[in-house]
């Protein structure tokens, strides 16, 4: 810079004084001096300060580079692209930014010569444009505001240029907006949406939600194919059949001169037989279904049904139709059995092994501490024999799905049992060998659900009582057991195709009252009494595939007759008797990928635990 006298500054009188300097200094000189100069001190930094290379990331560049890049477009810098709608509204973009954002904006640009030709100009017809801009802005921001005005416009648009956050905000937006009066209006939005995770929320929020959705205005205005979907549903949250039939017909009567043909169709979903026998007379006369040949049908097998249950209290529902809805699902519990002083002499809880709860459920009159205890599908829960410590013929069974589930009698077996051992194979339950008051019994029996009747099968090779049964391939197993004289270390299997026991490979000890758990192609022998005042607390398991019985980890604890039951990819084990006292606080659960026993103390009650089965709790 020059001072006010026209000389520059510090050099004032002497004009010449940088020429004159690189007169004296040569070129070479001066390239030798700075590149001495360069080098020099970071060498020395190097060599006395030797480290690692080191990545440095700034981690507000990204933001920073967005908000410049909002910049440029706020004020048609650089833009390349122009975008009109219909409504007469433009926008700018930056081509790159938007193919980088959305693969469709990336599909629009290498498809169509935009800029080449010089047309920068796309009409977007599909968008107005408030939600074009919202878009556009987006990308530039990654944010976005959803609001119940702009969600039904902004979730098609997002789909349309493949936004996917957006498109998940949209969902979850309405996701927490679901209730019954506007759930069905949604969930008719995401089906033309083809949104399939929202339509999903909205099917389960109907479900849940049954009966106070059908108290909307939108339920009177359901296609009678909707209406189908939503009734057919085996989990739909009902606590009476009679609901599902009270809306039918209110749905029906609503426009009944155009609905009334779809009724046959809509009573095929409707679970008569689950109604009460005086509510089933009294709909029988209603004119709407005494005038339809299928819907009187219906009402007529429901009549029946229920008369037949009457008589026979246990029947294998045949149809969908004769099923409880199991509305939020059901979950897999333990019926634990345990003796009583009072009455009822046998009472039973359900213990859920996840949650640790145990609660109380329907109690026997009678004391089954010897019977056999088994269930067929995980529903009817059967006691066979074994009644107040005698030989018994008589058999009580459990509906555990029933709405108010108590103990019934069932059809007699022919032979009196007692420390018999129980197994089922399909729909049909197994009474194996016990003892009939002193006798020692081989003989077995099977009930056939068919006929409500019991029948005999064949007589195993050896009389045994407290033996174990286990049922795998479709094949009974009788393991262990007392022989009369001595514990028993064979094993048989009964095929029911042939009607034959076969012998198989004997196990390494003796075992009575061995309990028997089959796992994952496996047969379990746990615990017992080997005799001489011997209680075990060893486990050896069966592989059907190679006929060999090997040891896997010892127990806790010794127990004799214990309860067994599968869980969850995990063997429970509980209460029985040792050698030392009485079991009857504690369950133990074997992990087979890790050959481990984990003990867990119930500590609620004073009594043995002396038998448990897996059910569904709905």
């Given at each position: 810079?020059?001072?006010?006298?026209?000389?520059?500054?510090?050099y004032?009188?002497?004009?010449?004084?940088?020429?004159?300097?690189?007169?004296v200094?040569?070129?070479k000189e001066?390239?030798?001096?700075?590149?001495s100069?360069?080098?020099?001190?970071?060498?020395?930094?190097?060599?006395?300060?030797?480290?690692?290379?080191?990545n440095?990331?700034?981690?507000?560049?990204?933001?920073?580079?967005?908000?410049?890049?909002?910049?440029?477009?706020?004020?048609e810098?650089?833009c390349d692209?122009?975008?009109?709608?219909?409504?007469?509204?433009t926008?700018?973009?930056?081509?790159?930014?938007?193919?980088a954002?959305?693969?469709?904006?990336?599909?629009?640009?290498?498809?169509?010569k935009?800029?080449?030709?010089?047309?920068?100009?796309?009409?977007?017809?599909?968008?107005?444009?408030?939600?074009?801009?919202?878009?556009?802005?987006?990308?530039?921001?990654?944010?976005?505001?959803?609001?119940?005005?702009n969600?039904?416009?902004?979730?098609?648009a997002a789909?349309?240029?493949?936004?996917?956050?957006?498109?998940g905000?949209?969902?979850?937006?309405?996701?927490?907006?679901?209730?019954?009066?506007?759930?069905?209006?949604i969930r008719?939005?995401?089906?033309?949406?083809?949104?399939t995770?929202?339509?999903?929320?909205?099917?389960?929020?109907?479900?849940?939600?049954?009966?106070?959705v059908?108290?909307?205005?939108?339920?009177?205005?359901?296609?009678?194919?909707?209406?189908?979907k939503?009734?057919?549903?085996?989990?739909l949250?009902?606590p009476?059949?009679?609901?599902v039939?009270?809306?039918?017909?209110?749905?029906v009567?609503?426009?009944?001169?155009?609905?009334?043909d779809?009724?046959?169709?809509?009573?095929?979903?409707?679970?008569?037989?689950?109604l009460?026998?005086?509510i089933?007379?009294?709909?029988?006369?209603?004119?709407?279904?005494?005038?339809?040949?299928?819907?009187?049908?219906?009402?007529?097998?429901?009549?029946?049904?229920?008369?037949?249950?009457?008589?026979?209290?246990?029947?294998?529902?045949?149809?969908?139709?004769?099923k409880?809805?199991?509305?939020?699902?059901?979950?897999?519990?333990?019926?634990?059995?345990?003796p009583?002083?009072?009455?009822?002499?046998?009472?039973?809880?359900?213990?859920?092994?996840?949650?640790?709860?145990?609660?109380?459920?329907?109690?026997?009159?009678?004391?089954?501490?010897?019977a056999?205890?088994?269930?067929?599908?995980?529903?009817?829960?059967?006691a066979?024999?074994?009644?107040?410590?005698?030989?018994?013929?008589?058999?009580?069974?459990?509906?555990?799905?029933?709405?108010?589930?108590?103990?019934?009698?069932?059809?007699?077996?022919?032979?009196?049992?007692?420390?018999?051992?129980?197994?089922?194979?399909?729909?049909?339950?197994?009474?194996?060998?016990?003892?009939?008051?002193?006798?020692?019994?081989n003989?077995v029996?099977?009930?056939n659900?068919?006929?409500?009747?019991?029948?005999?099968v064949?007589?195993m090779s050896?009389?045994?009582?407290?033996?174990?049964?286990?049922?795998?391939?479709?094949?009974?197993?009788?393991?262990?057991?007392?022989?009369g004289?001595?514990?028993?270390?064979?094993?048989?299997?009964?095929?029911?195709?042939?009607?034959?026991?076969?012998?198989?490979?004997e196990?390494?000890?003796?075992?009575?009252?061995?309990?028997?758990?089959?796992?994952?192609?496996?047969?379990y022998?746990?615990?017992?009494?080997?005799?001489s005042?011997?209680?075990?607390k060893?486990?050896?398991?069966?592989?059907?595939?190679?006929?060999?019985?090997?040891?896997?980890?010892?127990?806790?604890?010794?127990?004799?007759?214990?309860?067994?039951?599968?869980?969850?990819?995990?063997?429970?084990?509980?209460?029985?008797e040792?050698?030392?006292?009485?079991?009857?606080?504690?369950?133990?659960?074997?992990n087979?990928?890790?050959?481990t026993?984990?003990?867990?103390?119930?500590?609620?009650?004073?009594?043995?635990?002396y038998?448990?089965?897996?059910?569904?709790r709905?």
């Amino acid at each position: 810079m020059r001072d006010n006298s026209g000389s520059f500054n510090g050099y004032r009188g002497n004009p010449t004084y940088f020429r004159s300097i690189s007169c004296v200094m040569s070129v070479k000189e001066m390239d030798a001096l700075d590149t001495s100069s360069c080098e020099s001190d970071p060498k020395q930094v190097l060599t006395s300060n030797e480290c690692e290379p080191t990545n440095f990331r700034n981690n507000s560049h990204s933001v920073r580079i967005l908000e410049e890049l909002k910049s440029l477009r706020k004020n048609e810098v650089l833009c390349d692209i122009r975008f009109e709608t219909d409504d007469g509204c433009t926008t700018f973009g930056h081509k790159n930014v938007l193919m980088a954002a959305s693969q469709y904006f990336r599909a629009m640009f290498k498809s169509r010569k935009i800029g080449k030709t010089g047309n920068n100009t796309v009409n977007i017809r599909k968008l107005d444009s408030t939600v074009l801009q919202l878009l556009l802005d987006y990308i530039y921001t990654g944010e976005i505001i959803v609001t119940k005005e702009n969600v039904q416009e902004l979730l098609p648009a997002a789909n349309l240029l493949q936004l996917d956050f957006v498109n998940g905000a949209c969902i979850e937006f309405l996701q927490k907006q679901l209730v019954a009066s506007n759930c069905l209006g949604i969930r008719a939005f995401a089906d033309l949406q083809n949104c399939t995770e929202l339509l999903s929320s909205c099917e389960a929020f109907i479900k849940n939600h049954f009966l106070e959705v059908v108290k909307s205005d939108d339920f009177l205005s359901l296609s009678s194919e909707d209406l189908v979907k939503i009734i057919s549903c085996n989990d739909l949250a009902v606590p009476y059949e009679e609901k599902v039939l009270d809306c039918v017909m209110k749905w029906v009567k609503h426009d009944l001169d155009s609905r009334k043909d779809f009724l046959p169709e809509l009573m095929e979903h409707v679970r008569l037989p689950l109604l009460k026998p005086e509510i089933l007379f009294k709909i029988s006369e209603e004119p709407l279904l005494k005038n339809s040949p299928k819907c009187k049908d219906y009402v007529y097998d429901a009549i029946q049904f229920n008369l037949q249950k009457s008589v026979q209290h246990f029947t294998i529902p045949k149809t969908i139709r004769c099923k409880r809805r199991q509305f939020g699902g059901s979950q897999k519990v333990i019926l634990m059995f345990n003796p009583s002083d009072t009455s009822p002499k046998c009472y039973t809880e359900w213990y859920d092994p996840v949650t640790k709860l145990r609660e109380n459920a329907p109690g026997l009159i009678e004391c089954r501490k010897f019977a056999g205890i088994a269930a067929i599908k995980d529903q009817f829960v059967f006691a066979v024999g074994g009644v107040n410590g005698s030989s018994s013929k008589s058999v009580s069974m459990l509906d555990v799905s029933s709405q108010s589930p108590s103990w019934v009698p069932m059809v007699d077996m022919l032979v009196s049992r007692n420390r018999l051992g129980v197994g089922v194979l399909g729909d049909s339950i197994y009474a194996v060998g016990g003892r009939d008051g002193n006798s020692l019994l081989n003989s077995v029996e099977v009930f056939n659900v068919s006929i409500q009747k019991w029948q005999m099968v064949s007589i195993m090779s050896i009389e045994r009582s407290s033996l174990g049964v286990g049922v795998f391939n479709n094949h009974l197993y009788a393991v262990g057991g007392f022989g009369g004289k001595l514990s028993l270390k064979s094993v048989e299997y009964y095929d029911p195709s042939l009607d034959t026991w076969t012998l198989v490979a004997e196990m390494s000890v003796c075992r009575t009252g061995v309990g028997v758990g089959v796992l994952d192609g496996l047969i379990y022998a746990i615990g017992g009494y080997a005799g001489s005042g011997k209680f075990l607390k060893s486990v050896e398991v069966y592989r059907p595939s190679d006929g060999v019985w090997s040891f896997v980890a010892d127990m806790n604890l010794c127990r004799y007759r214990p309860g067994v039951a599968v869980l969850d990819g995990l063997l429970y084990v509980m209460g029985g008797e040792s050698d030392v006292s009485i079991i009857n606080d504690t369950v133990e659960m074997y992990n087979p990928n890790t050959n481990t026993w984990t003990i867990e103390r119930l500590s609620r009650n004073k009594a043995r635990i002396y038998g448990g089965v897996v059910v569904d709790r709905l």
